[in-house]
């Protein structure tokens, strides 16, 4: 999401949060996600953010009505990209991938309902995998281990596109490829969309900048342990600072 983000709109200050002490979000109840959620946005306030963006599916589908109530900064939110995989689905069935709090949301029930209701929908809430990717060895035997379990009654129920329903799953693309074993499976996330949506918001409120550039990490964990996950997912050097929210 963050790459998406800053590939489309370069010139923006951007304020990563990544709460690690919560983690996994996919196992949490709804008032744990809204307490956790609550503080974050308070912080980034205090940051001067001009929108925030909610770069996890989870707490998309399940509290951003709470935040929106709450709180006075323009909110994107982020959804499984449910709508364009039923509009590029020849097969008529598609899969989702999701954590499992997202994947029994009212949120994506509404979803598949309004833009998938006439194709069929694999909907698999993958309990551990988004844990595994937030320690950063995509290399580890357990993901392939996760994902030849999770995406096997995707292949066999014949679907076409698979949507990738959580932030940390497109750090999996090479990975899934290969379990797949089939090339003509599209992988799709909502990264671009979610980009391109936030760069609209700031166009309409005159907030768009034209100069500077940069991105500043803070984690609610280990910092140096992030610095080093971060940097290995990202492709470049990342250094953030521990808070407590």
């Known amino acids: 999401m963050l790459k998406e983000l800053v590939k489309l709109m370069p010139k923006e200050h951007y304020v990563f949060v990544a709460d690690q002490i919560n983690v996994p979000y996919g196992e949490k109840t ?63 069935i598609i899969g989702i991938l999701s954590t499992p709090s997202t994947s029994k949301s009212k949120s994506l029930r509404e979803l598949i309902r309004a833009h998938a209701n006439n194709i069929k929908v694999k909907n698999i809430g993958c309990l551990g995998l988004e844990d595994v990717v937030e320690k950063g060895n995509l290399s580890s035997p357990k993901i392939n281990e996760l994902l030849m379990k999770y995406t096997r009654p995707i292949k066999t129920a014949g679907a076409d596109v698979i949507v990738l329903g959580c932030t940390h799953y497109p750090f999996l693309k090479s990975q899934i490829r290969k379990v797949l074993k089939d090339r003509s499976i599209r992988l799709i996330d909502s990264g671009k969309a979610i980009a391109k949506s936030t760069k609209s918001v700031l166009r309409q409120t005159k907030n768009l900048s034209r100069h500077g550039g940069q991105t500043d990490f803070y984690t609610t964990g280990n910092s140096l342990l992030f610095s080093k996950v971060a940097s290995s997912l990202l492709k470049k050097s990342v250094r953030a600072r521990r808070i407590e929210l």
Do not use: M
């Open 30 to 92: 709804k008032k744990e996600l809204e307490k956790a959620s609550l503080k974050i946005c308070d912080f980034l306030i205090s940051k001067k953010s001009k929108i925030i963006v909610i770069a996890c599916n989870t707490a998309t589908c399940n509290v951003i009505d709470f935040l929106r109530v709450n709180i006075k900064v323009p909110l994107v939110g982020t959804v499984p990209a449910v709508k364009p995989a039923a509009t590029l689905s020849k097969s008529g």
